[in-house]
């Protein structure tokens, strides 16, 4: 079943008029740098309908970042997405209905002998995906967080479907402290107890990283990294995947206690609120990134959420006055 999401598409995409006359010497643009605008795919993971200021004036959903930047652009109020994350992820990144792609959330190490092609997780190997139309089309391709399309072979992992660099993780869920992968995490018990580690660079494990600050603050100063090394006369594709606001409900303390006036029982409005939050403050950094580097006239982001937000216990989300939520049927 498919989902409502929210989609928003966000920034100025000025390619033809800033990249001539006063506008290109005032901004120190060259000729025919603008002939194709940055593009930022943000994608939030278990966004709630009702859990942005553009849907909402309860005081538990503070979404500054957002509400501002929807005011200057576009809300698409009619998207739809598939219901749980790795189908919805897979159709995102190859541009295929789930149907043609994945309908279903198994985990990464799932594997069907009896078909080559399509027989493991995620996508099957014989599809193109967004990152390699990208890189054909002259764009540098960076990828930041949650994959959750496949990882059983070097061709099904980020870079073997066209990103040039990548931090970030490969399962549904990982410890936003940890980054192990804990049943709270992926709701099962693997065949190895649950012992691994879930955080990957471009060139593997990134084991410098894990357990040395909350995953999102490492996603957010990679994301941060890619565009300040980023050279402007080349096009960018940066694909952003938050883990945000996935379970675990999981997030700075600080974060926490700016929501203590949400009480009840069990208690995940509140940390979901917070979790909201900290995406919102994240996304605000990334865009100020993109205007100090110049780049933001020629960029168009992309916010959207992969499903419906969960409302089972223990997520806290909320799509009033829409019906169901991630996995309803």
Not at 45 to 56: A, C, K, P, R, S
Not at 104 to 117: A, I, L, R, Y
Request: glycine residues 10%; negative net charge.
């Amino acid at each position: 079943m498919l989902m409502r999401a929210t989609l928003l598409l966000l920034g100025c995409c000025a390619v033809a008029a800033a990249a001539h006359g006063k506008d290109a010497k005032q901004h120190g643009h060259r000729k025919g740098e603008y002939d194709k605008p940055h593009i930022m795919l943000m994608l939030a993971d278990d966004f709630g309908w009702t859990n942005i200021g553009l849907h909402t004036q309860d005081q538990e959903v503070q979404t500054p970042n957002m509400n501002s930047l929807a005011a200057s652009g576009v809300e698409l109020d009619r998207h739809y997405a598939y219901k749980i994350c790795s189908p919805s992820r897979c159709s995102l990144q190859s541009g295929r209905y789930p149907v043609n792609v994945n309908v279903v959330n198994v985990e990464p190490t799932v594997h069907n002998p009896s078909d080559p092609v399509g027989g493991y997780a995620g996508i099957p190997v014989n599809m193109t995906t967004i990152a390699w139309k990208m890189r054909s089309a002259g764009y540098r391709t960076y990828m930041t967080g949650k994959w959750d399309a496949g990882m059983a072979t070097p061709t099904h992992t980020p870079m073997g479907r066209g990103y040039e660099q990548w931090l970030g993780y490969y399962h549904h869920a990982n410890d936003y402290w940890t980054e192990g992968l804990p049943v709270t995490s992926t709701g099962t018990v693997d065949v190895c107890g649950n012992a691994y580690i879930d955080l990957w660079s471009t060139d593997g494990p990134a084991n410098t990283l894990n357990g040395t600050a909350y995953e999102e603050e490492l996603f957010t100063n990679h994301s941060l990294a890619m565009i300040k090394n980023h050279d402007p006369s080349e096009p960018m594709f940066l694909f952003h995947a938050f883990h945000l606001v996935h379970t675990p409900l999981e997030v700075p303390q600080s974060y926490l206690d700016a929501f203590d006036f949400i009480h009840g029982s069990p208690d995940q409005r509140r940390p979901y609120a917070a979790m909201v939050k900290y995406l919102d403050d994240a996304l605000g950094m990334l865009v100020e990134a993109v205007k100090d580097k110049g780049m933001w006239e020629n960029t168009l982001m992309v916010f959207v959420s992969d499903n419906g937000g969960p409302i089972y216990f223990p997520a806290g989300a909320n799509n009033y006055p829409l019906k169901g939520g991630k996995m309803s049927d």
